[in-house]
């Protein structure tokens, strides 16, 4: 199964500012997924980044707040603009599936404070 | 879209009893996975079930796709085990993102 490096795994950001999330993939997937858990809630699911075109966003979710790149098959960022203290949240990126039997994978989250 | 459920929301353990946590989905799926989230919020991979029975080590699951439910046994639980759990379902492995249930928080006391 996939193998995901996901930094920085906290960060702590003043309001106004913008947060870059990275996500590195051990191996080529098509798709990537990004999710937002606010607290004590379960993940909502912000965007799919297929490498090469635009990403599709989530209803509730525009580019302009989250912009989104995926320069090659094994990598990805999400950017958190503008950022208030809603914001507040872990934010996981996602990949995998497939037919190999193993299922997605995450990366273990990146948990931002806004203040 | 599909929906998926979990039950119980909450549940209190003494540490050394078993439980069982389940899962329904509204509709025919081709992968389901049950996670574990930990303190630190990191999502720990513990079964990809679409069908069938898997165990591993005091963890359990079991699918039963035609009557669209799963279940999670968690037998001698000990206060690691506390934790979130999520499952989650996907319509197309790979092509489609997955959908999580709202989770069960397991809280296993000394």
């Known amino acids: 199964s996939a193998v995901i490096s996901q930094k920085p795994s906290r960060d702590i950001c003043q309001r106004g500012t913008s947060l870059t999330i990275q996500c590195q993939v051990d191996?080529?997937?098509?798709?990537m997924f990004w999710y937002r858990q606010q607290p004590g809630q379960s993940l909502t699911l912000i965007a799919t980044a297929n490498q090469g075109s635009e990403a599709t966003y989530e209803s509730g979710f525009v580019i302009d707040k989250f912009p989104i790149s995926r320069p090659n098959l094994t990598f990805s960022t999400l950017t958190v603009s503008n950022m208030s203290p809603e914001d507040s949240s872990i934010y996981l990126c996602s990949a995998g599936g497939g037919r190999g039997g193993y299922g997605y994978t995450f990366g273990s989250g990146t948990r931002l404070t806004v203040v | 879209g599909i929906q998926v459920e979990q039950s119980p929301p909450d549940l209190i353990l003494q540490e050394g009893a078993n439980s069982t946590l389940r899962c329904n989905f509204s509709?025919?799926?081709?992968?389901l996975q049950w996670f574990h989230q930990n303190p630190w919020g990191q999502l720990i991979n513990l079964f990809y079930i679409p069908s069938g029975t898997k165990q591993n080590g005091r963890l359990s699951a079991t699918t039963v796709a035609t009557e669209r439910y799963s279940l999670l046994y968690i037998s001698s639980s000990q206060t690691t085990d506390s934790g979130v759990y999520f499952c989650a379902v996907d319509l197309d492995s790979g092509n489609t993102p997955l959908v999580f249930g709202k989770g069960t928080r397991l809280s296993v006391i000394a």
């Open positions: 191996s080529q997937v098509t798709m």
């Open positions: 509709d025919s799926v081709n992968n």
